[in-house]
């Protein structure tokens, strides 16, 4: 099974800075890594596919990067509603099966 | 717009069974694979299982392989989970979830999730 960390696992920022969230994968992944945003109450939702690609509707400040193994998702100039818990997502695996990331809560400063 | 809503969840005493059901709408439902993942209170996301559009393929995580049945009636638009001999630490927040089309790669992510139903496995 392949296992997802992540870190940190709280980031505190200020409204206005910038965020880095890290996504290590045990073994390759290829590209086959998202992002995905859950606040309480509402339905996730998806904001990275293919490691880098933005899903529709997802602003700008959001970016994904890396493959393989390590991945980083990049929040540029965070607004109030992008405070909530990032899950990194591989779904990479023959036979399909999928895992998650433990998350990263990105709360206010 | 695509939406995704569970029902069926509740509370329910170790050993007995529910079954929840997804229905959607805004979008062709046979023409897209579909997965159950849940949430533990204070957890992450577990993945639990997935149906191919039409049925014929079904993988379920280790976790709840033989207790727990993905399945849909795409003469409905709705996906369903029956899950037998229920657990305490199966108590969790249940989403629907759909997976993208080819449009998004070989490979699809999943691309969109319903709100969740809460499921309680208490006595």
């Known amino acids: 099974e392949i296992v997802l960390t992540q870190s940190p696992a709280t980031l505190s920022v200020s409204p206005g800075e910038s965020a880095t969230l890290s996504c290590r994968a045990s073994q390759s992944v290829r590209s086959n890594l998202a992002w995905h945003q859950l606040k309480p109450g509402q339905a996730p939702r998806l904001l990275v596919y293919g490691a880098s690609t933005r899903a529709t509707g997802i602003p700008a400040r959001f970016s994904g990067g890396g493959s393989g193994t390590d991945f980083t998702l990049t929040i540029s100039s965070l607004q109030s509603e992008d405070f909530a818990v990032y899950y990194c997502q591989q779904y990479d695996t023959w036979p399909r099966s999928f895992t998650f990331g433990p998350g990263t809560k990105v709360d206010i400063k | 717009q695509v939406q995704l809503v569970e029902s069926g969840g509740g509370v329910v005493q170790p050993g007995r069974s529910l079954r929840l059901s997804c229905a959607a709408s805004?979008?062709?439902?046979?023409?897209?694979?579909l997965h159950w993942v849940r949430q533990a209170p204070g957890k992450g996301l577990e993945w639990l299982a997935l149906i191919a559009l039409d049925g014929s393929n079904i993988n379920y995580a280790d976790s709840v392989k033989g207790r727990f049945t993905i399945s849909r009636d795409n003469s409905k638009n709705t996906l369903y989970l029956q899950m037998n001999s229920l657990r305490a630490e199966d108590t969790a927040v249940y989403y629907c979830?759909?997976?993208?089309?080819?449009?998004?790669?070989?490979?699809?992510?999943?691309?969109?999730w319903g709100q969740g139903t809460l499921v309680t496995v208490s006595s």
């Open positions: 979830v759909r997976e993208g089309g080819l449009e998004m790669g070989p490979v699809p992510p999943f691309d969109h």
């Open positions: 805004g979008f062709t439902f046979s023409t897209y694979a």
